[in-house]
């Protein structure tokens, strides 16, 4: 059963930096688009950043277009998701998915196949 695994959340304070990493288990998700969605409580689960299957083309949500960098190493079947700059609207659970499409950037969580356990990012102000 393919498995993403998140690490590297945790609690930083405001204008930190935490770098997430999502290591999947079968080297075919590297012809995957890669995703970042969070959800915060009581609110729904929306798209971070996104990243096509060859690096080339990202998505970033407008908020953090200036202090995420999305990036993958297909080598070492991982994805990241550098956050830096953070604010306390940024608290939340971090979830990696992977959608089959290679290039087409979905923005729902329909969009995508396989899902990962989720790591919680706090930011304290």
């Known amino acids: 059963q393919a498995q993403l695994v998140e690490s590297g959340g945790g609690l930083v304070q405001a204008g930190g930096s935490l770098r997430l990493s999502c290591v999947y288990s079968?080297?075919?998700?590297?012809?995957?688009?890669m995703g970042w969605f969070r959800q915060a409580p009581g609110k729904e689960r929306i798209l971070v950043a996104a990243?096509?299957?060859?690096?080339?083309?990202?998505y970033y949500l407008t908020s953090v277009k200036t202090r995420f960098t999305s990036s993958r190493e297909n080598a070492k079947n991982t994805v990241y998701l550098q956050m830096n700059n953070l604010k306390p609207e940024d608290t939340a659970v971090y979830y990696c998915?992977?959608?089959?499409?290679?290039?087409?950037?979905?923005?729902?969580?329909?969009?995508?196949?396989?899902w990962g356990q989720g790591t919680q990012v706090t930011v304290s102000s």
């Open positions: 079968d080297p075919t998700f590297n012809t995957y688009t």
């Open positions: 990243i096509s299957a060859d690096g080339t083309t990202r």
């Open positions: 998915a992977a959608s089959r499409h290679s290039s087409r950037l979905g923005r729902s969580d329909v969009d995508y196949d396989y």
